[in-house]
């Protein structure tokens, strides 16, 4: 049987498709605006790494770590060198990677402790990740992410200057000439000095030595692109990233719950990225954190995954929260609930009563199918590590 549609109906069916596609895209659990980012630089970085569990070593849970350098720039007005200079690659340093954690809103204070990027805060005019002794420096670099498994950065990059550099080994150490291996996969150049499995080895003899020996005199896995990095502890690690990246085998992109994260921060603006998949383990330092809440506001249900970064808009400086959860209701819920926590809420530091709301002095809290979309902006509280809140408070807390 044909179906026939009147013409002067054709209005009211096309009325009736535009109000029905939203209820569809709400239905499927995610927002349309974030299932529409097809791709943005938190989503690129997560295709770098493989899709392995995250927790570290320690036991704990593990996290994801990003940080675009490209938005900071823009968001600050940071201008990249115009050379190679020390003077100006420490100036750019500076101004990119503030090392005072207090709640200084002209500054990101962001922290990054993976050596290969160059952005490590204790050791910015003395790092040995200079365009002259592995080919690139960070005024090449745009973004970068870290997991306990390795370092992807995203950026500018020479592999045949640093071909040549590693081919001369000026200034190398005997040990590092000696241990140094090439291997080609997936016509990338793979640089190793073996395998380093122990992350408590130590090295003092070649601390700080070239070509990228760390604080402690450690070497890892190094292989450069055109456009990318990828660091780590051994050469199966470094090809699993490369696999991951080239679509061979799954990423972290590939995990909807990252993913969903990943669109959520970019979608509030975030420059800066810390994603996990839950906030409750065994140790004395989380102990310490269930204990200085006060109880005196819910606490949250169990998510997904949550993401946390910082931004900067018109309103000031803020930290991006994102929840995710299994269905819309839930995200609903826990917006009431998080939003109850700002508002109600205090917690213990030391022998001080911190209210939220001293913490956070104006908030934005929505839910998006299912996530929750916050922006919580910093007033003149406590000095803390401000992307790391929700892994040094209770400000995540759940049941």
């Given at each position: 049987m044909k179906l026939h549609i009147p013409r002067y109906h054709w209005w009211l069916w096309i009325a009736c498709v535009l109000m029905i596609l939203p209820m569809m895209a709400s239905c499927s659990g995610t927002t349309t605006q974030l299932n529409n980012q097809t791709s943005n630089t938190f989503l690129e970085l997560l295709?770098?790494?493989?899709?392995?569990?995250?927790?570290?070593?320690?036991?704990?849970?593990?996290?994801?770590?990003?940080?675009?350098?490209?938005?900071?720039r823009d968001v600050?007005?940071?201008?990249?060198?115009?050379?190679?200079?020390?003077?100006?690659?420490?100036?750019?340093?500076?101004?990119?990677?503030?090392?005072d954690v207090s709640l200084d809103?002209?500054?990101p204070g962001l922290f990054n402790f993976v050596w290969a990027s160059g952005f490590f805060v204790q050791y910015l005019e003395t790092s040995n990740i200079r365009s002259q002794n592995v080919g690139y420096g960070p005024n090449n670099i745009d973004a970068s992410i870290d997991i306990s498994s390795g370092l992807g950065l995203i950026g500018t990059f020479n592999p045949q200057a640093t071909k040549n550099i590693f081919n001369k080994q000026d200034?190398?150490?005997?040990?590092?000439?000696?241990?140094?291996?090439?291997?080609?996969?997936?016509?990338?150049?793979?640089?190793?000095?073996g395998d380093r499995t122990n992350s408590g080895e130590i090295h003092l003899r070649d601390?700080?030595?070239?070509?990228?020996?760390?604080?402690?005199?450690?070497?890892?896995?190094?292989?450069?692109?055109?456009?990318?990095?990828?660091?780590?502890?051994?050469?199966?690690?470094?090809?699993?990233?490369?696999?991951?990246?080239?679509?061979?085998?799954?990423?972290?992109a590939d995990v909807p719950k990252y993913a969903t994260a990943a669109r959520g921060l970019?979608?509030?603006?975030?420059?800066s990225a810390l994603i996990s998949n839950d906030m409750k383990r065994d140790s004395f330092e989380f102990d310490s954190i269930k204990k200085s809440d006060t109880g005196l506001a819910p606490l949250l249900k169990p998510y997904q995954a949550f993401g946390s970064g910082e931004g900067k808009d018109d309103k000031g400086l803020y930290l991006a929260?994102?929840?995710?959860?299994?269905?819309?209701k839930s995200a609903a819920d826990n917006a009431g609930i998080l939003k109850a926590r700002i508002d109600k809420g205090t917690y213990a530091l030391g022998n001080t009563i911190i209210a939220w709301k001293q913490f956070f002095i104006n908030s934005q809290i929505n839910a998006e199918g299912n996530v929750v979309l916050a922006k919580l902006y910093f007033g003149a509280g406590p000095a803390v590590n401000r992307i790391n809140t929700p892994f040094t408070t209770p400000l995540l807390l759940h049941e």
């Open positions: 295709k770098m790494q493989p899709d392995v569990p995250l927790a570290n070593s320690l036991g704990s849970p593990g996290y994801i770590l990003m940080h675009d350098y490209a938005k900071i600050y007005g940071i201008s990249l060198p115009s050379s190679s200079d020390e003077k100006e690659i420490n100036k750019y340093l500076q101004a990119i990677l503030n090392a809103t002209q500054s200034g190398w150490s005997n040990e590092t000439k000696d241990n140094y291996t090439t291997e080609n996969y997936q016509d990338i150049t793979i640089n190793s000095w601390r700080l030595g070239l070509p990228a020996h760390d604080f402690l005199g450690r070497i890892y896995t190094l292989a450069v692109t055109q456009k990318n990095v990828f660091y780590s502890n051994s050469v199966a690690n470094v090809k699993t990233m490369i696999d991951a990246k080239w679509g061979k085998s799954a990423s972290l970019t979608e509030l603006g975030a420059y929260v994102v929840l995710v959860y299994n269905d819309q």
